[in-house]
């Protein structure tokens, strides 16, 4: 087993991590930047180093200085966490080098399913159904207006090194088109310093379904149901939960079985996510995650498993102690994330968090590296913490989140609080009645009433 690991992270994401690690008498190494000194993630491991100033390229997406802050404390192993560093192949290439181990899966793998393109091609040849559109690459505009013309709009132009939603564009017809193409392709220069794009059709109403995977370096491989995730704005994820409403037992055994021949054929190694569009009882690929997702716990609710535990115990070697026909999934989970942003206009809300007070109680478990004090630093991404609530079915599940929403507190600073009560107040999140386009409008018409 490894014996000291360094977490590449900071936030909730670094804290649950080091919770995993404790509970394991594993020893923790945090980094952090000048901006974090005071974060619970520093107060909380066994070990920290600065790693450089407040911007993520001088600090958390700092190779050389992550490397040398492994090399100084003697840690034997990195958790990227999500986002930053985790699905860096660069970067597992080089602890790979330094015989540091990498709690995730290799390089190659990364890389494969970082590039969109490659990692759809990939993934049909295992036997993933994948959403229609272009052969690979679209190079002219000339090209993408042909490509619309034959899968018929809209389509959507996404960037192959796609991520969070940006460099995509929809398009409804040749004129758009024209225009879709090259923003498409100007927003994924900038954003990922990659201008490849290809094109999907448009799905009108689907569902956002993922399905977790996990898998040893003896070739066990394992699926843990899936997350539903269609609550989103701007194409990033607002609330999930596990089970989803849409599926059944047999559609679930189903598409995890084809998930999992296809990861155990790959030689995969560790947790990944299998993301799919789901409509009219059909599963369309649309990539794969090959890290922790921040949804992780809905899952770990319903199997009772500690999907970090796994990952440690994973990059060390060891085999799975379960098999498919042990997972059994219990009750219902859900995912509240909670940012500082206005609840309305989604305009970041950093500053100090003058009172805090995290809900408990039966169900309720809340993942957040915030504490009355401290101040949330304007450089990173705005999750104050993630509420997740456990109950035997989805309305204990919203029964219990309302009133968990109700003791949590957060003064000071502006929380998506008020969006989460005010979704519980309406129909369609009550009865899981949506797509992913849904909340969008919701959000549209409940702004103008
Ligand atoms: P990213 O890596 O930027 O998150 P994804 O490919 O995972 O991009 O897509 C993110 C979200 O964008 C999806 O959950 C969905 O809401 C929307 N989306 C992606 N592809 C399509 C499509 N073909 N049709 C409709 N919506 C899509």
Redesign the pocket.
């Known amino acids: 087993m490894v014996s000291k690991v360094l977490i590449a992270n900071r936030g909730e994401i670094a804290l649950r991590v080091i919770r995993a690690c404790q509970e394991m008498g594993i020893a923790t190494v945090a980094v952090h930047s000048t901006a974090d000194e005071k974060a619970m993630h520093v107060r909380l491991a066994d070990e920290s180093v600065c790693l450089g100033p407040p911007a993520a390229k001088d600090s958390y997406l700092n190779i050389a200085a992550i490397v040398s802050a492994c090399e100084i404390t003697g840690a034997d192993a990195v958790h990227p966490g999500y986002g930053f560093l985790s699905e860096n192949a660069k970067f597992v290439d080089v602890l790979d080098a330094h015989h540091i181990t990498f709690i995730g899966p290799t390089g190659d793998h990364i890389r494969l399913m970082g590039d969109?393109i490659t990692a759809k091609d990939k993934v049909k040849e295992l036997g993933i159904p994948v959403?229609p559109?272009s052969d690979g690459e679209v190079l002219t505009v000339e090209d993408a207006i042909k490509v619309g013309q034959d899968i018929g709009y809209p389509v959507?132009v996404?960037?192959s090194s796609?991520?969070?939603?940006?460099?995509?564009k929809i398009a409804r017809n040749d004129t758009e088109m024209k225009e879709a193409f090259s923003t498409a392709r100007s927003e994924a220069k900038a954003a990922f310093g990659d201008d490849a794009v290809y094109i999907?059709?448009?799905?009108?109403k689907?569902r956002?379904i993922e399905i977790q995977v996990i898998a040893d370096t003896h070739g066990n491989v394992a699926h843990l149901g899936e997350r539903d995730?269609s609550l989103?704005r701007r194409?990033?994820?607002v609330f999930e939960e596990a089970p989803s409403t849409v599926l059944d037992d047999a559609a679930r055994e189903d598409i995890g079985k084809i998930v999992s021949t296809a990861i155990k054929n790959l030689g995969y190694r560790g947790v990944g996510t299998v993301?799919f569009?789901y409509e009219d009882g059909k599963f369309?690929f649309?990539?794969m995650n090959t890290r922790l997702q921040v949804e992780h716990p809905v899952t770990e609710m319903i199997t009772g498993l500690d999907l970090v535990r796994e990952q440690i115990r994973i990059a060390s070697g060891e085999k799975l102690n379960f098999t498919q026909a042990d997972i059994e999934f219990q009750g219902h989970a859900v995912e509240c994330r909670i940012n500082a942003e206005n609840a309305k206009t989604f305009t970041p809300s950093p500053g100090l968090i003058s009172h805090y007070h995290a809900p408990g109680g039966l169900g309720v478990r809340m993942d957040s590296a915030a504490y009355g004090g401290y101040s949330i630093p304007p450089h990173y991404d705005s999750l104050i913490g993630k509420l997740i609530i456990y109950g035997r079915d989805r309305d204990e599940c919203l029964m219990r989140m309302k009133r968990a929403l109700n003791e949590l507190v957060i003064d000071g600073i502006e929380s998506t609080i008020p969006l989460f009560e005010e979704l519980l107040e309406a129909e369609a999140f009550n009865t899981a009645d949506y797509d992913?386009?849904w909340l969008e409008n919701w959000l549209e018409n409940s702004s103008e009433s």
């Open positions: 969109k959403v559109g959507l996404k960037a796609g991520g969070g939603g940006r460099g995509m999907e059709k448009f799905l009108e689907p956002h995730c989103q194409h990033q994820k993301e569009l369309y649309i990539e992913i386009h």
